[in-house]
Each structure stands twice: as structure tokens, then as C-alpha cells.
């Protein structure tokens, strides 16, 4: 026996103390017993010297701490399977009172826990005595529960109580019933149950727990409960839709009179058994089944598609009835097929939640909760509203192939817009966000933007799957992309440009700084200048002139010079630059400024240095005692020749471009190179991306003939 028997009170003074006529000595007992029971060991050994009896008869007997003390002991040992003899329908229905009546919380923490072990012990329990007056699973209940059926309404309640533990407590006894229904055979028994506790407020009950910030309390049950959620999703998917079931053939014919059929459909019963009756082919395509049958529309989703169709169509039948007049005054090509809508929405919600997942993700979801991390990702809210999820991305899809002028073929694309549409905002949503504003934010999202989020997926398929070519081949291609920039913002320089000639407070401004408005009035054009860049690369030439002439002068006309070997650096405000048209329209002038900064040249360097000193003396130290200068300024009369001119000298400089122009058409460039090289890639390779994405289909290669090569691409 462990150390802690040894310190325990002798066994025969504890069942002594037990069996006591006394409240107060057998209160004690109890009271000793529920830490002594934590003892695999100790727990053993009391069952084996027959203090179950003694133990059943205080919980039957007694109240208050007595009775707490005691349901904790017995709890305990059904939890280390030790108790099972003790266990009979006085005991349960004792629980089961309790849950109902008892106010107490000490008590009904006790109750539910010796009702969860009841529950939940497997019905073909091996480890059981054989005289055990078990019965297992929600059966051991019904007995007691036909004496009290308001159990489970008072267990939901239980639910909103402001003790956690509690909480704790009813939602273990309403997930043990739950496990306990869903693994029954019977296919007309557990859809019943899980109905009666859904419509006692179930699912909104555990929704704000799951919200409250009572989480760490209640994780295990919660988790539970959304485990059980999605092995109820699953279980209704693998369902298949027979329509010769009375139960779906009245919830398909539901669906069918819901729509306000036309009186063609409304045929009578035909009176004569051997004719055959009429049937109108149109009566299932007019709903959006692909058939005159039904049934093989509900294949993928069984139950549940057709579960969530006969929801959204009894929550909203007027709309529903509107949809089909609507979609009856469009041309066939034009119309959305509500019931193939309706199903797609559900296997996307299905996909998103990872229902089929469940084995996998459940082993990881405990670990995580073992962590005590990362919670606000294990608890998905949300799923427990699966019916408003359901309504709200059905109408997204209405409103998307509204939005986009689909027709018959562009199903799969109006698919795959919803499917980013759920993913987006319901995967995107914060554990406390309220269904309401899920539901707005479906309703509103816009179609570009939704667009927008298709191309970043796909990119980034192409990324996981091709990640390391790709990158490779985008930095050469962005490399290529610089470097022909680099050529063409030269070139504009080696053409030369015209610059306004401006003498105002603007030119005497900080690099950078605020222009004024008063500024900007006085600003006067007095002549121009131009720039060119010599051929060999070396120089800027420049001059004024008085107008600007018809041809560019020549570049031995410039008498100005400023050889590159002296620029510094090259400053710009075109961060803050601000244009004003003159009152005529026909020029423009500009408060962007370019400024050239370096060092004087060595012949006007102060004579006081010898020769023989300058030649021992290094360029940076020579750099080191010269001050710099402004060699040139002038003003680009619009943002193209300003980020022509500004990064053409800093390329010249070899320094990166820094304008918004430049760097978008240098991004442009190698996007576009990226493209056309993906052109290349089949989508049927066996190293092809397109196969490998989720949710694409490979694209079927076009048929070349009767075409040349007579194309471009246009930009």
C-alpha cells in the first residue's frame, strides 16, 4: 500500500464513520474519504473491504456537505473504474433529482460527474462484475428521466451559471449524452436527441462560452463540444438521400412546395394505380437540380446538404419563392441553380472547418490545450452557427453571379470566389467576433477585392509548389528588368532635356521642404535650361537660353559642365512636389527641384597646396578638405521627367532608383517576364503547378488551328 494508506485513518474506523447514525461523524468520513479516493491504491482497497455499500447508502441518505463530500468520493471512484458495483437505478435516479432540483452547487458538481461516468461507460463493458446492476449510456437514464423530463432542459441551463466549474460539469454530462447518442446504431433515435437539446439552446449556450473569457476554465469541455459538432456534421454527410425513406422523401417534397410550384406541378394522386402519372421534367431543374431526379444532386453532402437546403428554405420562403420568379424571367444560360448553390455552400463550409478531418486535428487540438497556447486558434465559434454560415454564403453566391453577369459555364468560377469569400472572412474572423457582423461582411465584401485575393492565392500555389525556381527566376528577371531601366532612364539623359529657368523663393528652399502657396505665385519663368549627358557618360552639359529653340542644341554648345567624378550625391523634393497649371493651360509650372551636390574641381582649388603634396595626398583625404557645393539644380516639369532625370543620375552613380515610376515599371517588367515563362509550363506535367493547386482544375489547352504567329501581348 502507498505512503499515503499508511498515514490514512484505520479502514475499519472509516467505514465505521460511514455507516454512523451520527450526522457529524459521518459527515467527517465523507469528508476524509474524497482526498483518500484520489489513491488508486486506497481506492481498491476500499471497494474490496465493501465500502461501496457503505458509500451508496450516505449518498442516498444524506444532505448538504455530507452529501457533496460523498457524490465527489463515489465520482471518483467511477472515475478509476472502481465503482461499478455500487452503481444501481436508485443511485442514477438520485443524480438525476439532484440536476433537477438541487440548488446547491457543491451537490450538482457531484451529481453530473457520477452521471458522466454512467454515460459515458462503453455498453459492452468487459471490466464490469458480473453481478453489476449497470446499464450503460443515456439508457441508464431514461428510467429516472421519465420521472423528471425537465433533466435536460435544467442541465442546459446549467450552462449559464456564473460558476465555471459547473459549467464545466454540465457540459461534460451534455457531451457524454451526445457521445453516447451519435455511436447508437439507431438512424431514427440520435437525430431526435441532438434535435430536443439544440432546441433547449444548446449551441447558443456553449457559442457564448466559447466567446466568454472564461476559456482556460472551460477548454476541455468546450473542445469536446466542437469535436462532437464536427463528428454530427460528418455523421449527417455520410447519410445518403434516399428518396423512398418516408423522412427525406417529406423534407424533398417540402423543399418542392415551398417554391410555390406551378398548378402543372401540383397534380393530384392519380386514382387509377396501374397508369403512370405524369411528371413535369422542368419540376427539379426549375429549383437548380442538374436532373428530373433529385437524388443524385445530394451524393456529395447527403443529409446534411439536404438539411441545410430545407433550412434555408423554411427560414426564408418568401425570398426563396422570388429567386425562382426572378431566375424564371432570365434566359436559361443566365440562371443560377439555387439547389446546386446550395449544396457547393455546404461543402465549402465542410472543407473550411476541416470536418473530415476530425481523428487528426482532434490529437492535435489536445496537445495544444495541454500547452495552454494558441487558443484563440483551436476554437472556432463560428462552426456552432453552421445554418447562418450556411444562408449567409448562399446568398454571397446569389449576389456574386449577379455582381459578375455569370452564366451556366462560369459555375465553378463563381465557386471559387465564394470559396475565398469563407475563407477570407470566416477564417479570417477573432474568436469574439459576433456572427452578425460575419454575416454583414459577406453580404458587403466586394467583387474586386475578392478577385484581388484569387490572384495572391494563386501566386502563392505557384510559390509552395514552385517556390525555389520561381524565386530564382523572378530575382533574374527583376535583375533583367533593372538593368534595362537603368538603359532607358540613360538614354533619356543622353537625349537631353528642357527645364524651366525659375529665380523665385522656391530655389532657396531646403531639399525636401513645404512649398508655399505665396511661393508658388511668385514663381517666373526667366528662360531654360538644358541638360544632356555626354556620349561617353562622363559629363553633364549644360546652358541657359533665354527660349526654349525647336531643336535640342548641340553638345559643344553647352558651355557648362559637370563631370560626374565630382557629383556627391543627388537630392530631390519630388516626395513633396506640387504642380499648378498657368492661367493659359499651355505651361506648367513646378515646384520640383533636382539638386546636384559634389566638390569644386581641382583648378579651383586654393594654389596654396603644392604639387608635390597633392600627389601624395589620397582622393578620399583630398575628398575629406574639400567643402560641398551645389554644382547643378533645374526643375522637371512634370513626375515622368522628374523620375527620368532623378533616377537616371543615381543609376549613372550606380545607386537604386528610388521613385514610385521607376520601381513600378521595373516590378512590371518582371511580372510580365514571369508570365510569359510560365506560359511555357503545361498544366498536365508531371512537375506541371496547375494539377497540384487545390480547387483548380488544369486549364484544357487551346486548339492552335488556324492561327499563326501573327499575335502580341498588349501591357
Not at 607 to 636: C, D, M, W, Y
Request: aromatic share 6%.
Amino acid at each position: 500500500m502507498s505512503n499515503t494508506n499508511l498515514q490514512s485513518p484505520n479502514m475499519a474506523d472509516l467505514l465505521a464513520g460511514l455507516a454512523s447514525n451520527e450526522d457529524a461523524t459521518r459527515k467527517m468520513a465523507a469528508f476524509k474519504l474524497q482526498t483518500l479516493t484520489n489513491d488508486p491504491s486506497f481506492a481498491e482497497h476500499f471497494c474490496a473491504q465493501g465500502g461501496l455499500t457503505q458509500l451508496r447508502d450516505v449518498v442516498l441518505e444524506s444532505s448538504g456537505n455530507t452529501l457533496a463530500y460523498s457524490l465527489a468520493s463515489f465520482a471518483r471512484l467511477l472515475e478509476l473504474d472502481q465503482g461499478w458495483d455500487g452503481v444501481n437505478s436508485k443511485v442514477v435516479r438520485k443524480a438525476v433529482e439532484l440536476v433537477v432540483c438541487q440548488p446547491l452547487v457543491n451537490i450538482l458538481r457531484g451529481a453530473m460527474a457520477v452521471l458522466v461516468s454512467v454515460v459515458s461507460r462503453p455498453h459492452n463493458e468487459d471490466r464490469r462484475s458480473s453481478t453489476s446492476q449497470y446499464i450503460g449510456g443515456f439508457k441508464a437514464l431514461k428510467p429516472a428521466i421519465s420521472h423528471y423530463p425537465q433533466f435536460l432542459e435544467m442541465l442546459v441551463s446549467r450552462l449559464s451559471s456564473a460558476d465555471h466549474a459547473l459549467c464545466a460539469n454540465a457540459l461534460q454530462l451534455i457531451n457524454a449524452l451526445m457521445r453516447d447518442a451519435i455511436t447508437v446504431d439507431d438512424e431514427a433515435e440520435w437525430p431526435k436527441f441532438i434535435k430536443r437539446i439544440q432546441d433547449l439552446g444548446v449551441i447558443k449556450a456553449v457559442y457564448l462560452l466559447m466567446q466568454s473569457s472564461a476559456l482556460q476554465d472551460l477548454a476541455h469541455p468546450l473542445l469536446e463540444f466542437q469535436q462532437l459538432t464536427k463528428i454530427l456534421l460528418n455523421r449527417w454527410r455520410d447519410v445518403h438521400v434516399d428518396i423512398a425513406k418516408p423522412e427525406h422523401r417529406r423534407t424533398v417534397k417540402a423543399i418542392h412546395l415551398s417554391s410555390n410550384p406551378p398548378e402543372k406541378e401540383r397534380l393530384p394522386p392519380l386514382k387509377d394505380k396501374g397508369q403512370k402519372p405524369k411528371h413535369d421534367p422542368n419540376k427539379w431543374r426549375r429549383l437548380g437540380f442538374t436532373a428530373e431526379n433529385p437524388e443524385p444532386d445530394f451524393e456529395d453532402m447527403g443529409f446534411l446538404g439536404m438539411m441545410d437546403m430545407s433550412d434555408y428554405v423554411r427560414k426564408h420562403q418568401d425570398e426563396f419563392q422570388n429567386i425562382l420568379a426572378e431566375q424564371e424571367m432570365l434566359p436559361k444560360e443566365k440562371r443560377c441553380p439555387l439547389a446546386r448553390a446550395s449544396f457547393i455552400v455546404t461543402a465549402i463550409l465542410f472543407e473550411h472547418f476541416e470536418v473530415d478531418k476530425l481523428e487528426e486535428h482532434e490529437a492535435r487540438a489536445y496537445l495544444v490545450l495541454e500547452s495552454r497556447t494558441n487558443y484563440e486558434q483551436l476554437f472556432r465559434p463560428l462552426l456552432l452557427h453552421w445554418s447562418r454560415l450556411h444562408v449567409a454564403g448562399l446568398h454571397a453566391f446569389l449576389r456574386l453571379w449577379r455582381e459578375t453577369g455569370a452564366e451556366t459555364d462560369d459555375f465553378h468560377k463563381i465557386m471559387e470566389l465564394v470559396r475565398i469569400l469563407v475563407e477570407s472572412v470566416v477564417g479570417g474572423a477573432e474568436r469574439t467576433r459576433s456572427i452578425e457582423s460575419i454575416e454583414q461582411e459577406l453580404a458587403t465584401y466586394e467583387c474586386k477585392r475578392l478577385r484581388e485575393l484569387q490572384m495572391e492565392l494563386l501566386d502563392l500555389a505557384y510559390e509552395d509548389l514552385w517556390g525555389q525556381h520561381l524565386r530564382g527566376t523572378r530575382d533574374e528577371l527583376q535583375s533583367e528588368a533593372l538593368q534595362f531601366m537603368r538603359e532607358q532612364r540613360i538614354r533619356c539623359l543622353l537625349q537631353g532635356a528642357w527645364f524651366p529657368h525659375t529665380h523665385t523663393a522656391v530655389q532657396d528652399q531646403e531639399i525636401g521642404g513645404p512649398v508655399q502657396a505665396q511661393d508658388l505665385e511668385e514663381q517666373t519663368i526667366h528662360g531654360f535650361r538644358f541638360i544632356q549627358l555626354s556620349g561617353d557618360r562622363k559629363n553633364l552639359h549644360w546652358a541657359d537660353f533665354e527660349e526654349m529653340w525647336d531643336m535640342p542644341p548641340q553638345l559643344n554648345t553647352l558651355q557648362s559642365t559637370v563631370p560626374l567624378s565630382s557629383v556627391s550625391s543627388v537630392a530631390s523634393n519630388i516626395t513633396a512636389h506640387q504642380e499648378r497649371k498657368s492661367s493659359t493651360d499651355t505651361e506648367r509650372y513646378t515646384a520640383t527641384k533636382i539638386t546636384i551636390h559634389g566638390y569644386e574641381p581641382k583648378s579651383r582649388l586654393s594654389s596654396s597646396k603644392g604639387k608635390g603634396h597633392r600627389k601624395t595626398e589620397s582622393k578620399a583625404s583630398s575628398r575629406a578638405n574639400q567643402k560641398e557645393i551645389v554644382l547643378l539644380t533645374f526643375h522637371p516639369q512634370n513626375h515622368v521627367v522628374a523620375s527620368e532625370w532623378l533616377d537616371g543620375l543615381l543609376m549613372l552613380l550606380d545607386q537604386q532608383p528610388i521613385t514610385a515610376e521607376t520601381n513600378k515599371i521595373i516590378k512590371m517588367i518582371g511580372d510580365m517576364g514571369l508570365k510569359v515563362k510560365l506560359l511555357n509550363v503545361r498544366g498536365n506535367d508531371e512537375e506541371g503547378i496547375i494539377d497540384g493547386i487545390d480547387g483548380i482544375e488544369a486549364p484544357e489547352v487551346p486548339s492552335r488551328e488556324g492561327l499563326d504567329e501573327d499575335y502580341f501581348y498588349e501591357i
